[in-house]
């Protein structure tokens, strides 16, 4: 089994887990975790403001010459970038974002923290899971990418829409190792 199958059969648990303690804890997935389809004026938004964050920050790592990136072409064949592909673009964004904008930020929201640590705290462990982008831009940028979401699903009360967002995101960095 190859480090890709892997990674999609434990998001697929990951998310299995989490509509199970959700359902287990009476939640709402609507209003408690956030599974509410955003409008399109609220999406479109959010949309626009995530395309200049992503400009900002393309163009921070183009003057800082942070990062080469890796083409999959001659490392992967074709099935493997695939996967890669869908493991990245359509079940991590999920994965991830049920988890951190989704259950934590619901059970952060509910303490004295409130809204401020239910944005914060997912932020800072969504940037220590991507551990693996050693330079200290990528992963400061990692943080801020965190803290929007955080701000889109405290605002939209959808974390429908942070998976829109993160998926977009994904997709242009698998954009970069493909074309």
Do not use: C
């Amino acid at each position: 089994m190859n480090g890709t199958t892997l990674n999609i059969i434990m998001m697929a648990i990951s998310i299995s887990l989490v509509l199970f303690v959700a359902k287990k804890k009476k939640l709402s997935y609507k209003n408690d975790i956030g599974l509410l389809i955003p409008k399109w004026k609220t999406l479109l938004f959010w949309v626009g403001l995530f395309v200049l964050l992503i400009v900002l920050e393309e163009y921070l790592l183009s003057i800082n010459n942070d990062g080469e990136i890796i083409s999959w072409k001659e490392k992967y064949t074709t099935f493997q970038i695939l996967s890669r592909s869908i493991a990245i673009i359509i079940i991590a964004p999920i994965t991830e974002e049920l988890i951190f904008r989704g259950l934590l930020y619901w059970k952060i929201k509910t303490t004295r923290l409130n809204y401020f640590g239910a944005i914060l705290i997912p932020a800072i462990l969504f940037s220590a899971i991507h551990f693996q982008y050693s330079e200290l831009l990528t992963f400061g940028i990692i943080f801020i990418d965190g803290l929007f979401y955080g701000l889109a699903r405290h605002y939209s009360k959808s974390v429908i829409l942070t998976i829109i967002l993160h998926s977009l995101s994904n997709f242009g960095a698998v954009l970069e190792r493909i074309l």
